[in-house]
Nanobody, 124 residues
Framework: QVQLVESGGGLVQPGGSLRLSCAAS????????MGWFRQAPGKEREFAAG????????YYADSVKGRFTISKDNTKNTVYLQMNSLKPEDTAVYYC?????????????????WGQGTQVTVSS
């Protein structure tokens, strides 16, 4: 079992920045691929960013590419999502996910464990 705890969400003005953190426990963190997904009100959950177990490869949704950066610190068992130039359409609950398989990191089915989510609201 893997436990995931997100933090760092909040209210930010358009154009602002936030950094989300996800602390993992229960399994060797370096063996896990990690991802961030988000779900806006009335919409389906969607992929935002993913990173391979070594941290060597990152993947982004087109909607966040160039604004969001995912990173993984295997010494701290933590994955981060740095979000810059935030827009109102980035408003959502953001979920951290972990998986050890070989499927595409852009798909929710590739992840075995999910956090509870953290709310991000972008509004003036």
């Amino acid at each position: 079992q893997v436990q995931l705890v997100e933090s760092g969400g909040g209210l930010v003005q358009p154009g602002g920045s936030l950094r989300l953190s996800c602390a993992a426990s229960g399994r060797t963190f370096s063996s896990l691929n990690m991802g961030w997904f988000r779900q806006a009100p009335g919409k389906e959950r969607e992929f935002a960013a993913g990173i391979t177990r070594s941290g060597g490869w990152q993947y982004y949704a087109d909607s966040v590419k160039g604004r969001f950066t995912i990173s993984k610190d295997n010494t701290k068992n933590t994955v981060y999502l740095q979000m810059n130039s935030l827009k109102p359409e980035d408003t959502a609950v953001y979920y951290c996910a972990a998986g050890s398989g070989t499927g595409s990191l852009t798909r929710g089915s590739s992840y075995d464990y999910w956090g509870q989510g953290t709310q991000v609201t972008v509004s003036s």
